[in-house]
């Protein structure tokens, strides 16, 4: 029995001497994405959370600035993962993105396939999401900057309003301006189809991309926004137009 114990102790100690080594250099994970519209982002951690993500675009100094500082850190795992992104110019920023990268001699970069939840956010995330980093442009929805440049006036359309403080407002008329706009309680996909429907039976009409208008912006909540797109989407609106003023 000794003589077992007397072989068997080494390897124990080897086996808790290796996982500590094992756990002492496990890295932070820094998960970088870049996508059409010279955007990019990042978050810190190991499971991907929507509301981590920091974004900025390539031109912004003091947010290059400080990634560089932060992925050239060699006790740092950097997995980048360029996105194919719904529009043009995908592949041009992530050229980009590598420049800078060489540029500023960051070696510890692995190159890395997103996920299906990260494929998913990212491609729903649409107009919405991006609206912040660059002027509006045609990607999964028309997407003109105001509804002066979309709508002749005296139109009637079915306006709603998305906004920051994760609330959801409507309004059918011709005014086109940010009054008399009513409130969606509770936010469901159920009771947003049910003020479609409701529209349509009281007024005759049936609402398409030229008759329905989303207002949002970048601080506008993406939750918030999922729920209306699945709305119009069961209502069988697969095309609408989003603006972010009403000049």
Known sequence: ????????????ICFISCSQNSASEKKE????????RDSIFYFVGEKFEPGNLIKAVINDSVFIAKLI????????????????????GAGETMVNVMAIFQKNNVQNIIPALVDSAEMRYFNDISFLEYASARPPEVIAVKSPTSVSSTVPAG????????????????????????????????????KIQQVISELERKNGITFNENNLLVKGDGSSLYPVFKKLKEALKQKEIFKFRIVTSTE
Do not use: C, R
């Open 69 to 88: 500082k932060m992925i050239s850190d060699t006790n740092k795992t950097i997995l980048y993962k360029p996105l194919a992104g719904n529009s043009g």
């Open 29 to 36: 994970i820094i998960h970088v994405y870049s996508s059409s």
């Open 155 to 190: 139109t009637a359309v079915l306006f709603f309003w998305l906004t920051k403080e994760d609330k959801l407002y409507y309004k059918y008329d011709s005014t086109h301006d940010d009054k008399n706009f009513i409130q969606i309680k509770p936010i469901t996909v159920k």
């Open 1 to 12: 029995m000794s003589m077992k114990l007397s072989f068997l102790l080494p390897l124990i």
